[in-house]
């Protein structure tokens, strides 16, 4: 069965909107756990637009089960990541203008500068997870510059979903999946799943973990956050 990660990002996301100091990430990672949350999923954005460096080092000294930062290949947040020594980082690509993060990384075109920061996050003894598009010369890159897992963008799929589609998708998602396992990677997921979308991306073979963060935060709201991380907990553990 695939772990769970819950990503904490939109708390920070509300306390924001005020600048003042509620409602704390850290809470929340802990009422995640408590609802069976397998990690934590953090990213902290070059902008600061949600998470917070004292966010990090919090989390960093309180967090039980496994605490995955996500980060760009940014010298300013390695930096900050190797202090901090999260148990997993996840690189991703950023650009300040964007709502959320919207494609894979480019291993492969930038291929220096990504294994550059993956060798300094391995010398730091983090595990390095590189979030990618389902793209096999970009499974490869990854496999060479010694990354360790790969998370597979799931924003694709997800669009398709919300549009009752997503079949295409899911093939494109499950033959990267073989892919990543084939080259001795782990294999995770993640973007935009949500407890309508989330069973087939589960299911796919040796699925490790699925990070989730806004559905899961929306739920949240409405019947609190114990419950909402159960709920889905029960859907990643289903058969499809
Ligand atoms: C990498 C990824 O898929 C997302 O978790 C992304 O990091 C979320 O960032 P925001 O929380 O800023 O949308
Ligand atoms: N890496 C994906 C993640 O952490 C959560 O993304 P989302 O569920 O907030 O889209």
């Given at each position: 069965?695939?772990?769970?990660?819950?990503?904490?990002?939109?708390?920070?996301?509300?306390?924001?909107?005020?600048?003042?100091?509620?409602?704390?990430?850290?809470?929340?990672?802990?009422?995640?756990?408590?609802?069976?949350?397998?990690?934590?999923?953090?990213?902290?954005?070059?902008?600061?637009?949600?998470?917070?460096?004292?966010?990090?080092?919090?989390?960093?000294?309180?967090?039980?089960?496994?605490?995955?930062?996500?980060?760009?290949?940014?010298?300013?947040?390695?930096?900050?990541?190797?202090?901090?020594?999260?148990?997993?980082?996840t690189?991703?690509?950023?650009?300040?203008?964007?709502?959320?993060?919207?494609?894979?990384?480019?291993?492969?075109?930038?291929?220096?500068?990504?294994?550059?920061?993956?060798?300094?996050?391995?010398?730091?003894?983090?595990?390095?997870s590189?979030?990618?598009?389902?793209?096999?010369?970009?499974?490869?890159?990854?496999?060479?510059?010694?990354?360790?897992a790969v998370e597979l963008?799931?924003?694709?799929?997800?669009?398709?979903?919300?549009?009752?589609?997503?079949?295409?998708?899911?093939?494109?998602?499950?033959?990267?999946?073989?892919?990543?396992?084939?080259?001795?990677?782990t294999l995770h997921a993640g973007?935009?799943?949500?407890?309508?979308?989330?069973?087939?991306?589960?299911?796919?073979?040796?699925?490790c973990e699925l990070n989730?963060?806004?559905?899961?935060?929306?739920?949240?709201?409405?019947?609190?956050?114990?419950?909402?991380?159960?709920?889905?907990?029960?859907?990643?553990?289903?058969?499809?």
């Amino acid at each position: 069965m695939a772990l769970l990660g819950v990503n904490i990002d939109h708390v920070a996301t509300v306390r924001e909107a005020r600048k003042t100091n509620e409602p704390d990430p850290v809470w929340a990672a802990s009422l995640a756990e408590l609802g069976g949350a397998d990690g934590i999923t953090l990213h902290l954005r070059e902008d600061r637009r949600h998470i917070q460096e004292r966010d990090l080092h919090l989390l960093s000294q309180t967090v039980t089960v496994k605490l995955n930062l996500e980060l760009a290949c940014d010298d300013d947040v390695l930096k900050i990541a190797c202090q901090a020594k999260p148990f997993q980082a996840t690189l991703v690509p950023e650009r300040r203008e964007e709502v959320t993060t919207e494609g894979g990384l480019d291993a492969a075109g930038q291929g220096a500068r990504v294994g550059d920061a993956v060798k300094r996050l391995r010398d730091a003894g983090i595990v390095v997870s590189l979030f990618l598009d389902p793209d096999p010369k970009q499974i490869e890159a990854a496999a060479k510059m010694g990354a360790q897992a790969v998370e597979l963008h799931t924003g694709a799929y997800a669009h398709a979903t919300a549009k009752f589609a997503g079949e295409d998708e899911l093939a494109a998602l499950t033959v990267a999946a073989k892919h990543i396992v084939d080259a001795g990677l782990t294999l995770h997921a993640g973007h935009g799943l949500t407890y309508r979308n989330v069973k087939p991306v589960a299911a796919i073979p040796d699925m490790c973990e699925l990070n989730i963060g806004h559905s899961i935060i929306a739920r949240a709201i409405m019947v609190g956050l114990e419950q909402a991380v159960r709920d889905m907990k029960r859907l990643i553990s289903e058969p499809r």
